[in-house]
Structures are given as C-alpha cells and as structure tokens.
C-alpha cells in the first residue's frame, strides 16, 4: 500500500479533510482523480465504488480501507470475494460505521 493511500484513507476514516496528490478527502467523500470511491452515508454506513476505473491506483486505495479487499483475475475486477459486474455500483462495507470505536478496533489511530 502506497504512503499517499494510508495518509487520506486515515484521514477519510477518521471523517477530517486532506488531499495527498490526486486523492482527496472531505472527511465524507474519498475522491481519486475527482472521482468519487467511498462515502460515508447518512446513517454512517460505508459504501465503495470503482467509480467506473478498475485500475491499480483505484484498487491501492480501495484496498487501504479497513474492511474491503479488491483484486483483479482475468480483466475482472473482485470486491471482499465477490464479482463486480458494473464499475459503476456502490457496495456496502458490511459491519462498519463511523465511529471511533470501530477505528479502535481496526488499530486505527484515534
């Protein structure tokens, strides 16, 4: 995992700005390149998404967010196991909100 991904996946999961390069956060919206790959919703769930880009940069991010693991077989792209037919959807992160518990339990700093 890159240095850039732990700085503003840390900073996302921690709901506080930064922008390293061209990955951003808004504390609520992980952003590569504009665009958007992971969202905090209303209710604090955890959604992510390839925003339509299954390259490696967009897989090394996705890959620094405590829960979700993405991997390419076969110019195919997988989510935590599963295939992900349109780049394009958003996928819960199942069992994770945003609260400072979970960052503890994740060995996150707080």
């Avoid at 504390?27 to 992971?38: E, F, M, S, V």
């Avoid at 390259?55 to 935590?80: A, C, E, F, S």
């Amino acid at each position: 995992m890159r240095k850039v991904t732990e700085q503003v996946v840390s900073s996302f999961m921690h709901r506080q700005p930064k922008a390293v390069g061209n990955t951003t956060t808004d504390g609520d919206t992980l952003r590569l390149h504009g665009n958007a790959i992971a969202r905090w919703t209303e209710t604090g769930q955890l959604e992510v998404s390839f925003a339509g880009w299954g390259t490696v940069t967009t897989r090394d991010r996705l890959n620094g967010i405590p829960g979700v693991n993405v991997h390419q077989h076969r110019h195919d792209q997988y989510m935590n196991g599963e295939l992900v037919e349109d780049l394009t959807d958003w996928h819960i992160v199942k069992d994770w909100k945003s609260d400072s518990y979970g960052c503890e339990r994740l060995g996150l700093p707080v």
